[in-house]
């Protein structure tokens, strides 16, 4: 699914900041379609300012009177929600939703909705949902910015859907972890070096060249920096003689 | 590992808004500890107006004057952010970042440090650091609002560690990750050392110091292997004189 078929709802806002902060959240994430169903604040200066430059998001929003308005064309609807109803609805972790939307195709869309800062969204609203989506929080201290709510869903759909192309630059063959045959030649010329030096005595070697063994292939280490590092052992050993 | 072992470190915060949206968005996922590194604004009003009921994070924050001292017990160090350098450092994604955690037991400390609003952090301060998160985004508006980032990666973590995590093995201090102060000792004397075998001229160091950085903080050194590596060092010394 493409993330222009995603819709974030916010159902009765309060207070235009969460309204641009919203904005900028989704537009970080790609994410454009904006749905403000019976606003209680206006959309001006404030929201433009926390919007930050998401200024197309706020500008081509639409505005309901009415949830079952702003859903209507959609073939999923989510209710984002911390709080649980008498009757539980089916609950999705966000990572759940994001490999939802994943597995669904370009045919669908779909709406993310948001209920009012204090009180969340209606039980009436949350049953025209399919489903619910509750965010992980601190049990003690739960409820999160609705902005802030917002950025999390999206990161995750973002995370998933919007990230399949990966770039292209391919790294240098230099900065690519070693074969291990060159990583090899590092660990006996070091063992060579430290010997020479008296640091590492041939009869008694210890735990010595196993730690730095460890150490060294733990990192991978890429062709350059063996490089390096050999070009040290050599400088080290013109100073012995 | 725990919640309680993680630091959030923010460095010349601007805007006490988003220390205040910062501190809720890290107690919403269970984590209190908040380090403000030069902060270039008051905490006040405007931070706890921000914070809605999130003051314990902000009452017990710490303050520090530069970031080696705001790391200084941590043997994890992730910079968050955005900005590519033409040393690229080694890289997580948030959800790596939070499986790196929960690989970890509860001896360690990890700070997670987040730059200036408008500038992010200046490459001197990545490069106190193990490793980057980056968080993905919209690539033609990558800019997110910075409690937004904090909430994003606090989230992933939270969603991870949240739940109980079984007792593990307690390893040996000294074969666990050592506090970037001793690792940053170990790259001084190495420099040092580097320097008088002729190796590296301090004129014109060029990129090689920057390299072996890179390579000994993504390997996360132990304590016995700073032990091994600064004793080698101090061999090569003596047979210098």
């Known amino acids: 699914m493409k993330l222009q078929n995603i819709k974030i709802v916010m159902v009765g806002t309060t207070h235009p900041g969460n309204i641009g902060a919203a904005a900028r959240a989704m537009n970080n994430m790609g994410i454009s379609h904006l749905s403000l169903v019976a606003p209680q604040c206006p959309v001006g200066e404030t929201a433009y300012a926390r919007a930050s430059g998401a200024n197309g998001v706020l ?3 639409e505005t309901c009177d009415d949830l079952p308005r702003a ?5 999923l609807v989510v209710a984002a929600s911390a709080r649980r109803r008498s009757l539980p609805w089916p609950e999705l972790s966000p990572a ?3 490999l939802k939307l994943d597995s669904m195709d370009d045919s669908n869309h779909v709406a993310l909705v948001f209920g009012r800062e204090h009180s969340g969204l209606t039980n009436e609203e949350i049953q025209l949902c399919n489903q619910m989506v509750c965010i992980p929080a601190n049990p003690e201290f739960s409820s999160l910015n609705l902005a802030s709510a917002i950025q999390i869903l999206c990161y995750e759909i973002y995370a998933r859907l919007g990230t399949a192309v990966p770039p292209g630059k391919v790294p240098d063959a230099h900065d690519l972890p070693a074969p ?7 660990i006996r010329h070091l063992q060579t070096t430290l010997e020479c030096c008296g640091y590492l005595d041939p ?20 062709r ?3 490089n390096i590092l050999r070009g040290m052992l050599t400088a080290i050993e013109k100073q012995q003689n």
């Open 71 to 75: 859903i209507e064309n959609c073939s």
């Open 96 to 98: 759940e939703l994001a």
């Open 180 to 186: 291990s045959a060159e990583v090899e030649g590092y």
């Open 224 to 226: 350059n920096e063996i």
């Open 203 to 222: 009869e008694q070697p210890g735990m010595i060249m196993q730690r730095l063994r460890r150490l060294y292939l733990r990192s991978q280490l890429t």
């Open 59 to 61: 500008d081509n929003r």
